[in-house]
């Protein structure tokens, strides 16, 4: 199997208001690949931002069924990991990966 690279696993922030409201309990909020685990989510974080990760939670919505311009299509399934830091650390998602 191919060595995966951190920045292939973290696919983007999630920057809505329920994930800025997480991020005062210390908790982050990133779209991850599908078949990513928690302990490959754990240490590219790690990796990426130098931040000491205390647990990672996972979750995949389901996508969607929507109409576009009178077609019916469906929303592909994504993948989040809700990253919660240890105290003293933090990432801001502002800046970007």
């Not at 685990?37 to 979750?59: C, D, G, M, R, Y």
């Not at 069924?65 to 801001?92: M, N, P, W, Y």
């Amino acid at each position: 199997m191919a060595r995966i690279d951190a920045y292939d696993i973290i696919v983007s922030p999630v920057i809505t208001e329920k994930s800025t409201v997480a991020s005062e309990f210390n908790q982050v909020v990133f779209n991850v690949r599908k078949d990513a685990s928690k302990p490959a989510i754990k240490q590219a974080i790690e990796q990426l931002f130098s931040v000491k990760v205390k647990s990672v939670n996972t979750l995949v919505r389901k996508g969607k069924r929507k109409v576009f311009r009178g077609i019916r299509g469906r929303q592909g399934d994504v993948k989040k990991a809700v990253v919660t830091l240890e105290d003293g650390h933090s990432i801001d998602v502002t800046t970007g990966l």
